[in-house]
């Protein structure tokens, strides 16, 4: 079995999240988190800029194989939304650029994860992170929401028996009915 390195993005204009975690066999090493301001440009346009040139440096030094990014959520703000849309498209083509494989995830898969609880806060969503990963909690909620995307990657796709993955236990058991034992 060999190492997978994931890189978790927690898509924004003003302030992006990124983390990579590493996965071996049965533990995680978070190989580096924090976050990408954009605060100080003004233009749209030079913030989704930097966002390609940061991915792409990110990517370039770790050599992930996985990207694991926070679908937009449907809110109020339409125009919002649009933007953050567009940080996350520039984050998909980097990262196809690159060769990675893409893997969305919505907020509320995200926190159902690593919580339990759907409707987790970010601060529950950071102390458990904490808890798991063995980190101390991060200034930047950006940034342990990008961790927890790269770890609910993991727990989405961690079902792995005789080299075939399965995506959760109903389609393990369809698969494999002579592993089940009766009483």
């Not at 339409?78 to 893997?103: D, E, N, P, T, Y």
């Not at 990008?146 to 005789?162: E, P, R, S």
Request: hydrophobic letters at 40%; aromatic letters at 8%.
């Amino acid at each position: 079995m060999e190492k997978q390195l994931i890189l978790g993005v927690d898509p924004g204009t003003n302030v992006m999240g990124f983390a990579l975690l590493e996965f071996y066999l049965q533990k995680s090493n978070v190989v580096d988190i924090g976050v990408i301001k954009m605060e100080k440009l003004s233009e749209h346009y030079d913030k989704l800029h930097k966002i390609f040139e940061e991915t792409t440096l990110l990517i370039e030094r770790h050599k992930p194989s996985v990207l694991a990014i926070e679908a937009p959520f449907y809110g109020k703000n339409l125009q919002s939304m649009l933007k953050l849309g567009r940080a996350q498209g520039v984050v998909i083509a980097a990262s196809l650029h690159q060769g990675l494989q893409i893997f969305e995830y919505s907020p509320k898969k995200i926190k159902q994860s690593i919580t339990g609880r759907g409707n987790a806060s970010k601060e529950q969503v950071a102390a458990m992170l904490s808890h798991i990963c063995k980190i101390e909690t991060q200034c930047y909620f950006d940034a342990t929401d990008a961790l927890a995307v790269a770890y609910c990657h993991h727990l989405q796709n961690k079902i792995t028996v005789g080299g075939e993955k399965f995506s959760d236990w109903k389609s393990f058991l369809t698969k494999n009915q002579n592993r089940i034992v009766k009483k």
